[in-house]
């Protein structure tokens, strides 16, 4: 399992090895972002969430309401993502303590 925040898709390394992915693969990025390409994203047979217009932070410009609205769309996509590989406890109650993530 993985999760992609704002891959450089434009990086030909990283579009190939998302390419090669086999396991379920979530990708998040900006429409605004310079480094990620929709074509690419939506090509690859992984899961996408596209924020129209955010940057490579996953920010809106002069909008700051916005950008906590596009964190709060990628943490439930995110959960949403975890879940759907049979995890039974949500992101924000699996974090263990080494700091990486996984299902218990």
Known sequence: MAAWLTPALTTDHVARALQRAKAPTLLIGGSADKLWDSRIAESLRHDVLEVPSAD????????????????????????????SLGCEKSLDKTARTDGELGCR
Do not use: P, T, Y
């Open 56 to 83: 490579h932070a996953l920010e809106l410009a002069d909008d700051a309401a916005g950008s906590v609205d596009v964190s709060q769309q990628a943490v439930s996509r995110l959960d949403r993502f975890i879940g």
